[in-house]
């Protein structure tokens, strides 16, 4: 029985086969019983069935059978208090769910898995099937007038050759169709996917939770019904819950009510928290009562499903130009169709035996619609290939690509439009800690009065306890040991960390002896605008009240009248005296180190009733205490990286919350200062300075800062309003709830992963997943490979549109039949848009796209140098197909079949051909690099085998017939001149005025 009285009491886990009729204490002896009663009952099941010398109670409740989901749910949803008040209040429905509200649940697996069994997991599914995907395509114009084609084409084919041979060219269609939307559906599903499993990165957020009474960090997505969640300023509501102690909150429930007015939450009259709020101001610990889709915010979204296929610009303009291509080609198919018609019915056209088709009445019936067929078909051809809808899909496996080795490269894109904005990027104005530098702040520093000191063990004890009581108490971290022997845990922002780690181990604090010696009053929680925090406590042994500040140094060097010396003695302190704090202040700036400043003062009971109605601390005649200097080294790799910025054409400015000598020290540092840039003031400037220029100094200004110190939220906002005022494309990072603004207004927002707040993430368009500036970089570098990547594509697609239109257009006026079958196109075009689309996707950013200058959002989506390049080829394939078709059965010496697979092969390498000339848009030297792209060499590999394969085996199905190695040989080199063709089309200079500029009226 010794054993008994060891178990783990605060894991109230319900055990099966135990009475919920009991009282808690009789509840817990049979807990614990319970295993050795099971045991009994295993050993009294083998022997013989006897009447038993007890009766036994097998009463099998359900976990947490005093309370229901449905109940908790109504309780918040309604924010019902008389309700809660039923059931016995905040501590009662604690019970009720085996939570001990000062040591959380036990955190036990099977706890766990129990409590997310009974009332659900913190997820919801919002992916849309597969089914959706599959019905796509189908409102495609393209894809509907390609189905049309194909009934037309069985429908005719069965008729004149039969059922044997007739269906090659229709089923061959509705096979290409098919294929396509396999193709396009997969794809999308695909990405759908990517961006289901990106959003759940992006909202894997971590949440600081107590259980086993050990404060830890978890995953937003394992919180279960019963934790209790500590909450602090800043922070997301992760599930519905109830408050339980701490610190009244101010909570911003706009998201759930479109008020914007901060609502109270406290444990008397509003106790009632919702998930998706954010915490305005404040700290407190809340009881989890609903998650997943039993929450408020879950219940919403269970409703609607989010749209994730959201077009970005470059998908809107290449929509449009689908649409304009698609409206060219639907007037030309007309004006042919009537020609057509006409050239028919009038008698002057021919068949295969080269006799008049159409003799009026004398003409069946049967035969005048199979050549109306023909004709309409030959229209439709025109207008297949006019329409590039394949741009579409090929430009959504390009930004599905890019976004899947961005993630490789630590960044997450949340939003498309995002990938190809941030190719036009002029300008990013970046913050510092963490970002530029490596968020590892430790103090290395510390001066008492006027003096370093290094020997700890001098201080007065009267002294290192006001010391300790300001780290251990005026904090928003906590100080965790598992054992005596174990090593600390510590959480908090990697300031708070570095204060906490400094006192623990050079001060020797004890963080738990100090919180049972003082009672908190009051809670000041640190704001970026006044740059401090502060707490108010009671100490037990003598009854006094302390006032404890803690901040940025110049900010509470401005609050203190008075000093300690080296030896713990009080001074007052005059001019001369805070001159020289001063400078050891910007001495210590000018090192690089972040200067925290601690201050003291006891006040009266009558001083803190005051306090306590004003809600404030007292803030003035304050004691300084000590100042620390916490070093935060550069990331290695920041430098370069700013420096291929700058190469690039972006300017990198620097934004921070640090005094100008920090932050000039921290530019010169990272290179975004020159250093002899360092003490102009035009390059560095402070937020309140800048805030009070005038409209047109501003304007005049701000290209030429650098850097701006100590900035508020508001100054980075007005510092990108003024940017983007001046044409600037603009990036922002930030990782505070005060960085939304900014994020919101730029037109690209980089928020943090590691330290960035709910709110900045959500207010982001892309989330730096490792808080590094490197990869704010990479993620330039991406946007304009993206951007170069479509360009290409969209040359390569429409120079083959435009030269397929012409040629068809002209066949069918000549009264030739259409060298480009639907078939043939679609077999073009299956090339062009997958395999082209991969080879031009999967390539990896290069120095060239660094050393060009960023893509302007005004300049047309086809440049004049495209047009160039489009035109020029097309030309040439038009020539090269036209001369084939009129005259290439005398030049070859082959019948018409072999002439019509000469026209294709051809057609096809020069497209393939055409590939290696897409690669560069403006160099004459296509070849350069290209020996290492493997994947590139690979695609054409695979488009001359499947070349091969149709040509040489798939005679019935594509209608074409086998070609000699002299054939083969004349196709490709016929082909292979679209290379000198291309470099000479590249000499031709081109106007800087947009060509379609021309054709305005």
Known sequence: MSNIFHLNLNCKEPIPDVPTILSKPNKRWHLALHPLLNEKRKESSKLPVTTPSFVALNVKPDAFSSIDQTSLTAIVKEKNLDLLLEFGGVESVADALETDVKNGICGAVHDIALRQEVFGSNTYQTAKSLFHFVMEPFKDLTILILLLCATLSLGSGIKEHGLKEGWYDGGSIFAAVLLIISVSTLSNFRHNRLLEKLSKVSNNIKVDVVRNGRRQQISIFEIVVGDVVCLKISDQVPADGLFLD??????????????????????SQNPFLFSGTKVADGSAQMLVTSVGVNTTCGQMMSTISRDTNDQTPLQARLKKLTSSTGKVGMAIAFLVLVASLVRYFSGNTEDENGNQEFIGSNTKAVDMVNSVVRIIAAAVTIVVVAMPEGLSLAVTLILAYSMKRMMADQTMVRKLSACETMGSVTTICTDKTGT?????????????????????????????????????????????????????ELSGSPTEKAILSWAVLELDMDMEILKQTCTILHVEAFKSEKKRSGVSIRSKADNTIHVHWKGAAEMILAMCSRYYDASGSMKDMDDDERMIFEQIIQGMAASSLRCIAFAHIQISEEEHEIGVGLQKLKEDSLTLIGLVGIKDPCRPGVRKAVEDCQCAGVNVKMITSDNAFTARAIATECGILKPDQGMTNEAVVEGEIFRNYTLEERMEKVDKIRVMARSSPFDKLLMVQCLKQKGHVVAVTGDGTNDAPALKEAHIGLSMGIQGTEVAKESSDIIVLDDNFTSVATVLRWGRCVHNSIQKLIQLQLTMNVAALVINAVAVVSAREVPFTVLKLLWVSLILDTLCALTLATGQPTKDVMEEPSVSQTQPLITNIMWRNILGQALYQIVLVLTLQFSGESIFDVNKRVKDTLILNTSVLCQVFNQVNARKLVKKNVFGGMHRNKLFWGMIGITIILEVVVVEFLKKLADTERLSWAQWGACMGMAALSWPVGWVVKCIPVSDKPFLSYLNW
């Open 246 to 267: 701490g610190h009244p909150l101010q909570v911003d429930e706009s998201s759930m009510t479109g008020e914007s007015d901060h609502v109270e939450v406290n444990s």
């Open 436 to 488: 530029l530098t490596l968020n590892q702040m430790k103090v290395i520093k510390f001066c008492l009065g006027q003096e370093p000191i290094e020997a700890f063990s001098s201080i007065s004890t009267n002294l290192l306890n006001l010391i300790q009581q300001g780290a251990a108490l005026n904090t928003s971290g906590s100080v965790y040991r598992a054992t005596s022997g174990s090593k600390f």
